[in-house]
């Protein structure tokens, strides 16, 4: 895509100088600056000017690059007209496709795998929705993406779930909701701790009258939990029951593998021995009645996965990260690929903190109606039918949810506030599909005009940076895929909507004439396929009008 390969064509010129990706970046100064001089020489103004006269010397091989100049030890580079032009072409005639990579590797990505023993929350959904956007990322470079939900069906929270549903029964309410009662109950009433040992016991030995019994709870819970995901605009292709690789004696097997490592010890259980490398907790792998622990389950699944996947990634609370190093290492020493692990800090609200077992926690549930509630208020005078402001609310509501929790960088806490992530004005979704609906409302305005992507006579900043904006789409995916940093995405999303906003701010489109009036016509049909095909990355829906 043109800025790729304006990018592309900066490092073939300065090849023998030996400068890479990382000494590239975008700039207020330039289109994008070579800042290679400090990382090659003690003296780097002069080597800078040396590479300056070699990309000069070489100005006959500029494609995309329409003019170097150099700033003390920086090289700064400026796209050609060439670009700008090729930008508009390509998005015109490849539509939705514009932007695309081919890369085509096998991904598996496993995002949210909440326990089963309750609702979704705000502190599982920044797990949920950073794993989704990757999938819809890394299958626009052209990866074929399976996603997973890990089902937590053989642990000791899911059996004290069970018990509590057969002590209580299930309430006439939304499955995940009405188990996550009887686990509290549960938990405040009282309960024998053999009881939940024995369940335990007996459904990893396949008990079936137990292991109906489980599974009648967990599908109860599963079932109200994907729910919540589809109203977010999230599905999972697989859903993988912890049991699976119990029952097809796939995890017997891996144990065998890891009883010949000799970081395997036994005493009253299983466990491996990682001091040498570092890790001084034990891993255990069996409790002391010879059942499996998740983490013996967990081995095996992602042998499995090694088995079927070119690249593994998981979504991770920070809580998980001593485990996701073990976890790996493990791996490792059996001579298996670790996971790629995004490992993310948590989304919090204002109220403070939430805990399942003890009943403090607020729902996503209840996020969801609050926020798209709030959002059908700021919407209310608008001159729709009553069924369309529902729709409206309810692509507004969710888009804020999604896009204020993906928009902050994987690795940094962050507080959801609604009455900001619904602000209209700010930088948030309802901005970016604002954007999107005001270049529906100027297309439906257009009776007839010709597609044109000759640039020459567009000379205002604001069609100038636009189209940059445009040309820029795939450069950002690609540092998706290879960063795993979906904000990435939403910071592009802000970029391109600040620069259709200014542009609908500046120039007088539908009445301009001729060839400038099809252009800049033309420049508002390519800005609605980017801002469209970017909502939809972020699980967004794009709206025609707002």
Not at 94 to 100: F, L, P
Not at 136 to 141: F, S
Not at 363 to 373: Q, T
């Amino acid at each position: 895509m043109p800025f790729r390969e304006f990018k592309t064509e900066i490092l073939n010129l300065l090849e023998n100088f030996e400068v890479f990706e990382k000494d590239l970046e975008l700039s207020d100064h330039a289109d994008m600056a070579c800042k290679a001089a400090f990382r090659l020489s003690k003296h780097p103004v002069e080597l800078a000017k040396k590479m300056e006269e070699r990309v000069k010397s070489r100005s006959s091989e500029f494609r995309f690059i329409g003019s170097v100049e150099r700033a003390g030890p920086y090289l700064n580079f400026f796209v050609s007209q060439k670009l700008l032009d090729e930008t508009l072409r390509r998005v015109l005639t490849e539509g939705n496709r514009y932007g695309a990579l081919e890369i085509g590797k096998k991904v598996v990505i496993e995002h949210t795998s909440a326990n089963p023993d309750g609702p979704l929350h705000i502190g599982h959904l920044r797990n949920t929705v950073i794993g989704d956007t990757l999938a819809r990322i890394l299958e626009k470079t052209g990866c074929k993406v399976e996603r997973h939900y890990y089902v937590n069906d053989m642990g000791r929270q899911i059996a004290l779930a069970v018990l509590g549903v057969e002590r209580y029964g299930l309430e006439s309410i939304k499955g995940d909701h009405a188990v996550a009662n009887a686990y509290i109950r549960i938990n405040r009433d009282g309960y024998e701790e053999s009881d939940v040992e024995k369940y335990m016991e007996r459904y990893e030995e396949g008990d079936e009258e137990i292991v109906s019994t489980f599974n009648k709870v967990v599908e109860t819970a599963l079932e109200g939990i994907k729910e919540t995901l589809k109203r977010l605009n999230i599905i999972h292709d697989r859903f993988v029951w912890e049991s699976e690789f119990v029952r097809s004696g796939y995890m017997r097997k891996v144990l065998e593998k890891l009883l010949k490592l000799k970081e395997c010890k036994k005493n009253e259980t299983l466990y491996l021995d990682l001091s040498e490398y570092g890790i001084k907790k034990e891993v255990h792998l069996t409790r002391k009645n010879g059942t499996s622990l998740y983490v013996l389950r967990d081995i095996a699944y992602h042998i499995w996965k090694n088995e079927k996947f070119e690249r593994m990634i998981n979504v991770l609370g920070a809580d998980h990260k001593l485990y996701s190093r073990q976890l790996s290492l493990v791996l490792e020493l059996m001579g298996y690929n670790s996971p790629e692990n995004v490992i993310f800090e948590f989304v919090s609200l204002p109220e403070g903190s939430m805990s399942t077992r003890k009943g403090k926690f607020i729902s996503a549930d209840e996020l969801i109606d609050k926020v798209v509630e709030t959002a059908s208020d700021l919407i209310s005078d608008k001159d729709m039918e009553d069924e369309e402001k529902k729709k409206v609310a309810e692509a507004v509501g969710v888009g804020a949810i999604r896009f204020d929790i993906v928009r902050v960088s994987p690795e940094k806490p962050t507080v959801f506030d609604w009455k900001q992530a619904l602000d209209f004005e700010r930088q948030t979704s309802p901005y970016v599909q604002y954007a999107y609906a005001r270049a529906s409302s100027i297309l439906k305005k257009v009776e007839d005009f010709d597609l044109r992507w000759d640039v020459a006579h567009f000379n205002h900043p604001s069609e100038l940076r636009l189209i940059k904006e445009l040309s820029m789409f795939s450069f950002h995916l690609e540092r998706c895929y290879r960063l795993l940093k979906p904000n990435i995405m939403a910071g592009y999303a802000l970029n391109l909507a600040n620069a259709f906003n200014a542009f609908y701010r500046d120039i007088p489109v539908l009445q301009s004439e001729g060839n400038l009036r099809n252009s800049r016509i033309s420049l508002v049909m390519a800005s609605k396929i980017v801002l469209g095909e970017v909502l939809n990355l972020l699980g967004i829906e794009p709206l025609e009008r707002m």
